[in-house]
Nanobody, 125 residues
Framework: VQLQASGGGLVQAGGSLRLSCAASGRTFSTYAMGWFRQAPGKEREFVGRILWNNAATWYTDSVKGRFTISRDNAKNTVYLQMDSLKPEDTAVYFC???????????????????WGQGTQVTVSS
C-alpha cells in the first residue's frame, strides 16, 4: 500500500482544513488508518484512527471535538477534517496504514506498517 497525503496549507486560527490520504492497493479497505503529526523539534504524535469499516474512531484528547476522521473505501481515501484550528495544531501531518484493521486502540508509531509523505499545516494566530 502506498499513501499520499494532501490538503495542507496556511489557515488562520479558528479556521478549517480537510486533509486527504489517497491509497493505492486493493487491500486498503481492510486496513485501519491513522493520522499523526510532527511539529518542529517534537516527536511524531498520534492524532486519531479509524477502523477498516468506518465502525469506530479514536482521537487524542487535544483534538477531540475538533477533528473528524472518515474514509471512503470505494475511493481508497481517508480524510481528516480539522475545525477550530489552533496555532498549536501547526505540524506536518502524516497518514498511516495498519493491517490490523479491526483493532481500535493502537496509537504507537510502530503499529503502522505504511506511511504517507506528510503535508504541512500551519495555523496562524
Amino acid at each position: 500500500v502506498q499513501l499520499q497525503a494532501s490538503g495542507g496549507g496556511l489557515v488562520q486560527a479558528g479556521g478549517s482544513l480537510r486533509l486527504s490520504c489517497a491509497a493505492s492497493g486493493r487491500t486498503f479497505s481492510t486496513y485501519a488508518m491513522g493520522w499523526f503529526r510532527q511539529a518542529p523539534g517534537k516527536e511524531r504524535e498520534f492524532v486519531g484512527r479509524i477502523l477498516w469499516n468506518n465502525a469506530a474512531t479514536w482521537y487524542t484528547d487535544s483534538v477531540k471535538g475538533r477533528f473528524t476522521i472518515s474514509r471512503d473505501n470505494a475511493k481508497n481515501t481517508v480524510y481528516l477534517q480539522m475545525d477550530s484550528l489552533k496555532p498549536e495544531d501547526t505540524a506536518v501531518y502524516f497518514c498511516a496504514g495498519d493491517q490490523s484493521g479491526r483493532a481500535l486502540l493502537r496509537r504507537d508509531i510502530g503499529a503502522y506498517q505504511y506511511w504517507g509523505q506528510g503535508t504541512q499545516v500551519t495555523v496562524s494566530s
